[in-house]
């Protein structure tokens, strides 16, 4: 399983364009899920990533900042999956 994180907050516009590219993308993967996190009920969360919402992370790890490209996502993630087996 290949976890997604979106890390934005209500109000963001570039958070709602990369939200249903990010969706799409994770939908096509049965094998990866999408948790959505915002900045506004995390502290540690705002510190980390004000400036750079919307922020994507794989597993964990930041994949994008500020725009999300959906083919550049579904290689990460296709890569992610095949590192698994």
Known sequence: MVEITLIGKPGCH???EARPIVER???SFPDATLTERSIL???????????????????????SAWRV???KLTDRIRAR?????
């Open 14 to 16: 570039l958070c709602d």
């Open 25 to 27: 993308v994770v939908a």
């Open 41 to 63: 009920d995390d502290p540690a969360l705002e510190a980390r990533w004000h400036d750079d919402i919307p922020v994507v992370l794989i597993d964990g790890r930041q994949h």
């Open 69 to 71: 490209d959906a083919a």
């Open 81 to 85: 999956l095949a590192l698994r087996g």
